[in-house]
């Protein structure tokens, strides 16, 4: 069985800087791995043990993401070897293109019966790379995994719904996208860093891939920093704590909050 | 008549801002919806107000995502300038079906959204709401937005036209009812937010009364609503869950990290409670306490009862 | 002259630092506030492989270099002094002399346990009238037959009574002269004959354990010797050298959180309408700082990297260990200054990182015994 991981090696927006102008200053951040994606990873790993299945990683985009330390920190999460598509035409790539590109290694891997995405990037928080990516691919998508058992032909999915969670049968190959709670990812343990050096990643060439065409340009025409409330900042002091509690009171009283 | 937009609906008929929205594109095209859900979801979007339905029927057993064929096809057989879907995690699939059939580009962030005679401009909120990105499109776009209540009857209705096509292989075998009551954050005027300060699942006994006295919603941050399982998870406010704008929002133990403070940026009055100094929550409130969050809310409590 | 990390050192970094800022930093203040080892956290420690760490992987080791061991334990100190040292200790003073000196049978029979965590180690060298004059100890292991009986009794002994294996250094031959006569043994925990004392309260690392250990006429087996007779002296001598590295990487984790607390502080605090990280004398301050806790991780990481390399590095330790542990103690008096009254608070962690710091200015080897064997080597 093999089982394909999507995973996002990117920056997290809490580290970023906005200018007034709207611009994003990325300097700061220093990129990893998504952060709900080592729960897709985790989980893929589990079915994977279960199943003997080679568990693959795939990550596409600008040049940056596919160097050897992040190659590597996304093999010591447990992945077997990595697939990689690294160009620069990829920077700002919205969620379709993206999609279409993983369909395409997808389909390049080949005989693929699975693949697993975390909920949603760390970044974007769009969730919808792997709604697409099914449907480029053909195949069933299922979002808010919880868990994955059985065999391809017969997997066994557990899934949150609004009001509860289901059990679903799915019989051929699927995209499924786990939940971020859907387990506690392990931290890798040094021997896992060392190891991961030596697995095989592979890198391929974007033009080298047969990605269908998006019909829709996108164009980035203007920029703004959204209005924010501005928020009074006032720090009470908290030495009594029955003082500040009817002091708190006392001034949502005065604004209307209360 | 051309199709301006399509609405994707799953197995619940929440679409009342999906209607608005593509009510507001103008235009002389239609308006769309798709569903694949059950026959009362298609008839309370047949009385909607839209000008088309489609139904995919209920293929035996089987989620809305089976019908994502079906929905792909209804779309690309009239394909719109525009195609809608709400965030619940159904109705996401059958967009990105509908949007890998047209190759068209996908935003999930639109603050607003106008057609052109070739372009498609849309007002997208990125990276965690921190910027707005003015974005024109030159083909079709799949929007990702709130889809808002149920709408109300509006009219005769429209006939409900029945399409069939092989749905994948997916069955339910089991559905579970969740432990926890649901719940609406948007109706609340004062919500109650907890994080990762509460240390034990018996300590929410503190927070309730506090929510009793202050007549206040209890919602949380996502470490709380997904990995503790301690209440219902809609309940978590942030970039994957509710965005709230209510008079009131009080953050007890909660950091402060973008992805749950973009769910509350709307709100009147913030006040935050934590024992970390440095909390990045205490840049974004009105009124900030530094202390035990176990001791200021029984305070806080008591004054108010 | 590459002064870049390897992509494994990274990598080392960035996940010990996810590590340690989700399971030790948490528990870091209550620890200290309750005078309490961390026992849970030892298991994970040894799940992360980060208990043995220099030692080959046949040996139950993660087979990582030196400078890998050094940048671990400086963010395993900068989430928790005193998991540092518990490190430091276990890894370093305790199995090191069972690495390099064990014969195989003792390599065969603590090795892994040790290397992978399963079972805790301790060094006991210290006596209430040896510390910087290591050869004045008077515990005594006297041959019997096929055995040895250690009779005196050790002071301020890291990891014990949670330690099941200790290192302990005995004269086979109290009457030789200056540093010929002293022993190292192997002992077991529950030895008849050998007890551990009161927990010893501390000013800082106050979750590490370090009592006294007494031994009463405590018999262990002959090839409980470790190395040669006389040579137990040369055995402590050369772990402390490597031990020391890892106290300089504990002070800089020490450091490195204190800075770090300062830094967000002085960014946050408001007085005279702007954050104080606008005042010039509060840049000075960090710009000071900053620049000698990277002198300080320039100096360990060489020391580390001339044990990679094969090189000598007892000199260079030496510098690495005074350097840095004289640099955390001004850097958490700094951190403590730019927090103004709240850092003098435990609600703010630089008075912890304040009290922690002291430490590592005295033990395995004060900064007085730094400075002498840096003397040594500069006057040669």
């Given amino acids: ?258 | 008549m051309s199709v301006n937009a399509w609405i994707v609906v799953g197995d619940q008929p929440a679409i009342g801002n999906l209607i608005t929205v593509a009510r507001s594109l103008g235009g002389d095209g239609t308006i769309a919806a798709v569903v694949a859900g059950p026959r009362a979801v298609a008839e309370t979007v047949a009385a909607s107000g839209v000008d088309r339905v489609v139904w995919c029927g209920t293929p035996d057993g089987s989620p809305a995502e089976a019908s994502a064929p079906a929905v792909a096809e209804a779309v690309a057989a009239d394909p719109p300038r525009v195609v809608l879907g709400g965030r619940n995690p159904g109705d996401r699939v059958l967009l990105g079906a509908a949007a890998a059939a047209l190759h068209a580009a996908v935003l999930t962030g639109a603050r607003s959204v106008t057609v052109g005679a070739d372009t498609v401009t849309v007002v997208n909120a990125v990276y965690g709401d921190i910027s707005d990105e003015t974005v024109e499109i030159s083909g079709p776009v799949a929007l990702l937005l709130d889809g808002g209540s149920v709408p109300a009857a509006s009219g005769a209705g429209v006939p409900i036209e029945e399409v069939t096509a092989t749905p994948y292989g997916v069955k339910v075998l089991e559905t579970i009812p969740s432990e926890f009551e649901e719940v609406d954050l948007n109706a609340a005027q004062r919500v109650i937010g907890v994080g990762r300060g509460l240390k034990a699942k018996e300590d929410l006994s503190l927070i309730e009364a506090l929510a009793a006295a202050l007549k206040a919603e209890i919602a949380c941050s996502r470490p709380v609503a997904e990995g503790l399982n301690w209440m219902g998870k809609d309940r978590y406010i942030g970039s994957s869950g509710a965005r709230i704008s209510p008079q009131l929002y009080l953050a007890v133990g909660i950091s402060g990290q973008l992805q749950h403070m973009v769910g509350v940026t709307g709100a009147e009055t913030i006040v935050a409670i934590n024992s970390d100094p440095n909390a990045a929550v205490f840049a974004q409130t009105d009124y900030g306490l530094v202390g035990d969050l176990y001791e200021l809310v029984a305070e806080i409590t008591s004054v108010l009862k | 002259m590459d002064f870049e990390l390897t992509d494994e050192q990274e990598l080392v970094r960035s996940t010990v630092r996810e590590f340690a800022e989700a399971e030790l930093a948490p528990v870091a203040g209550e620890i200290d506030r309750d005078h309490r080892f961390p026992e849970e956290v030892l298991p994970k420690m040894a799940g992360m492989n980060l208990m043995g760490m220099p030692y080959p992987e046949e040996y139950g080791g993660a087979g990582t270099d030196y400078v890998s061991y050094m940048i671990a334990l400086e963010e395993v100190s900068r989430g928790c002094a005193t998991t540092g040292v518990i490190m430091t200790a276990h890894t370093t003073l305790a199995t090191f002399p069972i690495y390099k000196f064990g014969s195989q049978a003792q390599k065969d029979k603590y090795l892994s346990d040790m290397a992978s965590g399963r079972r805790l180690g301790a060094f006991a060298l210290t006596e209430p009238a040896a510390g910087t004059d290591a050869a004045a100890g008077t515990c005594t292991a006297i041959r019997k037959d096929n055995s040895y009986v250690l009779n005196g009794s050790k002071i301020f002994i890291s990891n014990a009574p949670f330690a099941e294996i200790y290192i302990v250094f005995a004269k086979t031959d109290p009457d030789a002269q200056g540093t010929r006569g002293m022993s190292a043994f192997i002992v077991e925990r529950d030895t008849p004959g050998f007890s551990v004392g009161e927990a010893e309260h501390k000013l800082g690392i106050r979750g590490s354990s370090t009592p006294p250990l007494y031994f009463t006429n405590c018999q262990v087996p002959a090839d409980a010797l470790l190395g040669q007779e006389g040579q137990g002296f040369k055995i402590a001598m050369q772990t402390l050298d490597g031990g020391r590295i890892g106290i300089g990487a504990q002070a800089l984790g020490i450091a490195q959180a204190a800075l770090d607390a300062a830094v967000a502080y002085a960014k946050e605090r408001v007085q005279f309408g702007k954050p104080i990280a606008s005042l010039q004398a509060i840049q000075w301050m960090i710009a000071d700082m900053a620049t000698s806790i990277d002198a300080a991780r320039l100096l360990v990481y060489r020391a580390a990297s001339n044990i990679d390399h094969g090189f000598p590095y007892s000199t260079e330790g030496a510098m690495a260990k005074l350097f840095a542990s004289e640099t955390a103690t001004r850097v958490a008096d700094r951190a403590i200054q730019i927090h103004g009254g709240y850092g003098y608070t435990e609600s703010y962690p630089v008075e912890r990182h304040y009290r922690d710091a002291k430490i590592t200015e005295l033990y395995e080897g004060t900064s007085e015994v730094q400075r002498m064997v840096i003397a040594r080597a500069a006057l040669r």
């Fill in chain 1, 1 to 258: 069985m093999k089982i394909v991981v999507a995973y996002k090696w990117t920056s997290d927006p809490e580290e970023a800087t906005v200018g007034a102008d709207g611009v994003v200053n990325w300097s700061r951040a220093r990129p990893g791995i998504s952060t709900y994606d080592p729960v897709a990873i985790e989980v893929a790993r589990g079915l994977a043990a279960a199943t003997s299945a080679e568990l693959i990683g795939v990550t596409v985009g600008a040049k940056g993401v596919g160097t050897p330390l992040a190659a590597k920190a996304a093999l010591s999460r447990g992945l077997d070897r990595a697939v990689i598509v690294e160009d620069d035409s990829l920077k700002g790539a919205g969620q379709a293109e993206l999609a279409a590109v993983v369909a395409a290694v997808v389909r390049r891997i080949g005989d693929v019966d699975l693949v697993i995405t975390g909920d949603s990037s760390v970044d974007v928080a769009a969730k919808m790379v792997p709604t697409v990516l099914a449907g480029e691919l053909g195949w069933p998508a299922v979002a808010e995994v919880t868990d994955v058992t059985g065999q391809p032909g017969a997997l066994r999915v557990g899934r949150a719904v609004p009001g509860g969670a289901q059990v679903l049968e799915i019989s051929g190959p699927a995209v499924l996208a786990t939940s971020a709670d859907a387990t506690t990812p392990h931290v890798p343990g040094m021997k896992d860093l060392l190891a991961a050096g030596k697995k095989p990643v592979e890198h391929v060439d974007l033009a080298a891939l047969d990605v269908p065409a998006s019909s829709a340009v996108m164009t980035i025409t203007g920029r703004a920093r959204p209005a924010r409330k501005e928020r009074k900042h006032q720090l009470l002091d908290t030495s009594d704590p029955a003082e500040a509690a009817a002091e708190l009171v006392k001034a949502l009283r005065e604004v209307g909050a209360l």
